[in-house]
């Protein structure tokens, strides 16, 4: 049975994509709520150019050994080995399927990806690469099939690519927020190798989606979008009221913004259960306020969700979905 083609976007990191446009929209002066919406998906929509970069950068690799395996042949002196090189690396499957693939090739024309501003880092992240203990064995396995050269693509690209710092600047200087949207990118590029298996080679199968549902996730990030910053006045109050009679203003401006996009998720998204919601907002706070917003937060959307529940304000479809 075939695996799934891996998606690039998940709830999560649309809840992460919602609250970084929200708290943009706060803080600017009569802002404007469609362009910062629209903005929140043009950001959204880069995350699959950063995919099709780290993509990219992996056959990268497979141009700088090729290259310096020509350039060895002709040394003024060259070895043995020079000559007649293990090219077990340089005819990685990898390389050749993404190579072949029409699909990519039209992408990265289209997009204009290029890393040859950084060949030269490529060269020396493979030379270091080759003196690694993984590439090595792979040079001597018996085993040769799509698995084995997979498994050895992977670890360069975990170990090597995505962890390099000048890869990382690289990447920065092309979009600023690209470094936050690493992780979600790099996780991707490394189910799209897992299941090359799975998939013919020269079609378009062999890249990510970047939704999982498009219809479905654009809507949930449209409308927690809108609706967060409808209710806001409603729930700052609200939330206010919770919070040991602090004032709104002296609530973390952040610890507001995760609590009033909670809120909004209780009460206006019928499919998505309690539970989901409390526990998606604890873990952004962990990440992005204050080191006592986990507990404060916690402590104020229980207080709440009870408060709502017994006035019938949360509504779910589905079975077990309020507890």
Known sequence: MNKARPALVNRRYLRIKIFQALYAYHRTENADQQKFEREMFESINRLYDLYLHLITLVMQVGVAADEITATNRKKNLPSDEDLNPNMRFVENRVFKILRENEQLKKLVERSKIDWGNEHDDVRR????????????????????????????????????????????????????????????????????????????????????????????????AKELFRKSIQFADDYGEIIASKADNWETERIAFLDLQLMTMALTELEHFSTIPVKVTLNEYIELAKVYSTPKSKVFINGVLDKLVNDFKAEKRINKRGRGLNE
Do not use: C, G
């Open 125 to 220: 992240i493979f030379k270091a690469f080759k003196e690694e203990e993984a590439y090595q064995l792979f040079m001597i396995r018996e085993d040769n099939d799509l698995s084995t050269d997979i498994e050895l693509i992977i670890t360069l690209f975990r170990d090597h690519l995505v962890m390099n710092d000048i890869i990382h600047s690289a990447l920065e200087e092309k979009d600023i927020y690209w470094q936050d949207d690493l992780p979600m990118a790099a996780i991707t590029v490394i189910k799209t190798l897992q299941v090359l298996p799975d998939f013919d080679a020269s079609n378009s199968t062999v890249l990510a989606d970047l939704y999982k549902n498009k219809e479905e996730d654009q809507l949930f």
